[in-house]
């Protein structure tokens, strides 16, 4: 059973930086796509950063400010997103994700991804 653990979140000033990680147990899949997403209130999911099968892709908003990296240790993968010069509107619930599916194909969509993290809060104040 695939199980994704965030960590990392909470609060900062605008232009902080803050590094989430993400555990994931039982993901096997060594090609498949591994991505952040975050929510707000009032506001739909949005794709932040995916990783894998050798790509990276990065939603516009968080370019040249976000950066998503994967590890994999002894059974277990791992995957960080490191966020810098943070502004109030990066404000979110932040959630890992993962797929069976490779990152050729819309990645940053949520429909790809079949497994999801309980989300870890991220929250920048001006």
């Known amino acids: 059973q695939v199980q994704l653990v965030e960590s990392g979140g909470g609060s900062v000033q605008a232009g902080g930086s803050l590094r989430l990680s993400c555990a994931a147990t039982?993901?096997?899949?060594?090609?498949?796509?591994m991505a952040w997403f975050r929510q707000s209130p009032g506001k739909e999911r949005e794709g932040v950063a995916a990783?894998?099968?050798?790509?990276?892709?990065?939603a516009d908003s968080v370019k040249d400010r976000f950066i998503i990296s994967r590890d994999r240790d002894n059974g277990k993968v791992t995957i960080s997103l490191q966020m810098n010069s943070l502004k109030p509107e990066d404000t979110a619930m932040y959630y890992c994700?993962?797929?069976?599916?490779?990152?050729?194909?819309?990645?940053?969509?949520?429909?790809?991804?079949?497994?999801w993290g309980q989300g870890t809060q991220v929250t920048v104040s001006s």
């Open positions: 039982g993901y096997t899949y060594t090609s498949g796509c």
């Open positions: 990783i894998g099968s050798g790509r990276i892709l990065y």
């Open positions: 994700a993962a797929s069976q599916f490779n990152c050729w194909v819309t990645p940053l969509d949520g429909r790809r991804h079949n497994y």
